[in-house]
């Protein structure tokens, strides 16, 4: 289930960010408990990293809830809709891009189904298999989700130069590479 961070963890998250934040650097009570001999900033940039991610859920859980959606079931549509046409994936792949677990991959599959915005049909290079794709609707309905949050993320965005943009892009590509097939 979706859930939003609860307001307790994300003030105890924001208060320790925060901390570090306004030391423009790593504040030194953190020199003493981290273990010797590794990178505090390493600390830092999982903090902020885990914050981003709750703020991003935040946001993303409101928006696709005015839609009649969760964030999984976005997640789905979205992949698909990137993925180009014909819009479709297996569930297998659906679920290591996605990363839900299968029972969580096989709910939102049927959700979309239900509300008519994915359908599933039979692989055609695998007579086992099932494919998942988007419907017209599911077309519409992730085009329209998309063009919203990346409209949410332009403006968050205006105080970043594009070349510092692109500087964290190649460096989050590196780090979701660290993890393998299942980060790319």
């Not at 509300?115 to 298999?129: N, Q, T």
């Not at 099932?130 to 309905?141: A, D, E, P, Q």
Request: glycine fraction near 8%; proline fraction near 6%.
């Amino acid at each position: 289930m979706d859930t939003a961070p609860s307001p307790v963890d994300e003030r105890v998250d924001a208060q320790v960010v925060d901390a570090a934040w306004s030391h423009g650097d790593i504040p030194d009570a953190w020199h003493a408990v981290v273990p010797p001999g590794t990178d505090p900033s390493a600390l830092l940039v999982a903090l902020w990293l885990n914050r981003l991610g709750r703020l991003f859920e935040v946001n993303l859980d409101s928006l696709v809830r005015r839609h009649g959606l969760i964030p999984s079931e976005f997640r789905v549509l979205g992949t698909l809709l990137l993925n180009g046409s014909p819009y479709e994936l297996s569930p297998t792949l659906l679920n290591e891009i996605v990363v839900l677990t299968s029972g969580g991959m096989t709910k939102a599959v049927s959700r979309l189904e239900s509300v008519a915005l994915v359908e599933r049909h039979a692989d055609p290079s695998d007579g086992r298999g099932v494919l998942v794709r988007l419907t017209r609707s599911g077309i519409r309905t992730s085009r329209a989700l998309l063009a919203e949050l990346i409209s949410g993320f332009e403006d968050q965005l205006t105080t970043v130069a594009a070349t510092d943009r692109t500087t964290m892009v190649d460096s989050l590509r590196t780090l979701l590479g660290t993890y393998g097939p299942a980060g790319s």
